[in-house]
């Protein structure tokens, strides 16, 4: 076996190098910081002279969206990314690849909003990616990062997930989790799926030309007739329903033993474990829920630790408090739940989330 | 009804073999069945039914995917030139178009257009310019005519207050990768045979990786402009083809 190949790179460098390595087909993306990285990265690699991966500047976020849509309509593994403001653009997009039943990948590098807000880190959008984001009743498979190996490995844990469900994906990353330099274990090299491949994963559906099909594919999202198309709703809903049950994934730091829970995703849930340590050295007992997956969210480790006594929970977030409405359904009513959180870019220390623990939930 | 049996050797003019049985939803005298049928008639003739990726609109021509029998992907209202731009980088052996109308490329679609046609992706894209929006109702569109009345004009198109109409073909003129822009109309049948012509002059253009096609096609909207169908296509010949004068715009190669 060869040896690891183990580099230092930005968070936004690794989703390049992980989408060039797991085969992906194509990206399309636009400028837009904190996370142009990502693109010039790719034009930097020329994967087109290697895997003959295909990477395109488009003139906006509504056209790449566009692009992503009609790259998956083939069959193809294609992505792209972003940063907040860009990915409301994107939103109209991601509402007919739901729709259809596109599988791809979008990365959100998030920075502060509301508007065009700031370029430094937040997770305001935890609603924008979980609950929709766009019209109709949809759902992305939602990601959540904390490290620079987790971008790389979200790359083609995004994908798999995409294709298994027929559904979006989106790697909702930070501008810290993006922009930061760490070490990374990359993937080796897998090729691109031949054109027999996708034609014998994605042939029911894709429409990539009807080859030696007989019936012809249609990729659309219209159904006029209101009894078809709450038929197409519940096909969906059951679909996300399976996604809920199957896919949750989430990481426990120090619950076994713990009274007091943080729930934290992303860049806080990096500081949270710090504060983790703090909070045990001065003899109290808490501990770190990170949810990988945030849609699905981890529901169940949620309500496992309120029905074996934990005294409370603290949601934090870089956002005015959003995943906790979420912690606060999934505990209902059986203790306390807190939110803590920074905005505008601003974070915090470890210190002052023990303080806000302390002070929200011990006093 | 009774049925009328046509001896092969008599017939003279057959559904194409690509046109599906579905009924079509268009109105009568609409121009939408005349294109689609050229439409089939090309892409059988040129033996692409295994190879085509289509690509529809939102509008009028948003159910176009039912009645040509190949591959079909539909786009949001005005994506179609950056789904095929994709479409086609990602499939580049396939004959990828977009058939759109005037609302859905020359108003929210504009920059898709412009940028696909810019950048020389390898697409025709068919443009149904009837001047007005039909699916929704019949309001202005960017292609209706100064004087025009519409929903949304009901005393008329004023260039102070509704702005001017554009010609978004001979826009595209000046962009090095539109290699193929021409206009064309099917209200008489010597102009359903250019369009055929030109139809196929596109697809050849894109199939050859020399760049945009365009095909404008000056089309009527009889239920929008509530004209009988012949009245339409006088009132075309009349009032539309002075403003959008038939002819290609211009055929050249990508620069290299």
Redesign the interface.
Known sequence: MADKEIKLMKGNEVIAHAAVRCGCDGYFGYPITPQSEVMETLMELKPWETTGMVVLQAESELASINMVYGGAATGKRVMTSSSSPGISLMSEGMSYLAACELPCLIVNCQRGGPGLGTIQPSQGDYFQACKGGAHGDFHLIVLAPASVQEMHDFVELGFELAFKYRNPAMILADGAIGQMMEKVVLSPQKPRRTDAEIEAECGPWAACGKGNRRERNICTSLELQSEKMEKINQRLQTKYATIEAAEARWEEIECDDAEYVIVAFGSSARICSATVEAARKQGIKVGLLRPITLYPFPAQAVAALAGRGVKGFLSVELNAGQMVEDVRLAVAGKAPVEHYGRQGGMMFTPDEALEALKEKLLK | MSEVEIKRENLVYDKPRLITDDVMHYCPGCSHGTVHKLVAEVIDEMGL?????A?SPVGCS??A?KYV????????HG?AC??????K???PD?LVFTYQGDGDLAAIGT??TI?AAARGENIATIFINNAIYGMTGGQMSPTTLLGMKTATTPYGRDAGLNGFPYKIAEMLVHLDGATYITRQSVHTPANVRKCKKAIRKAFENSLAGNGYSMVEVVSTCSSGWKMSPVEANKWLEENMLPYYPLGDIKVSELPR
Do not use: C, M, Q
């Open positions: 039914e295994k190879s085509t990726i690509v948003v159910f995917y029998d190949v591959d079909w992907v539909e786009a949001a994506r950056a789904v095929a731009t994709a479409i980088r990602l499939n396939r920059g898709e940028h």
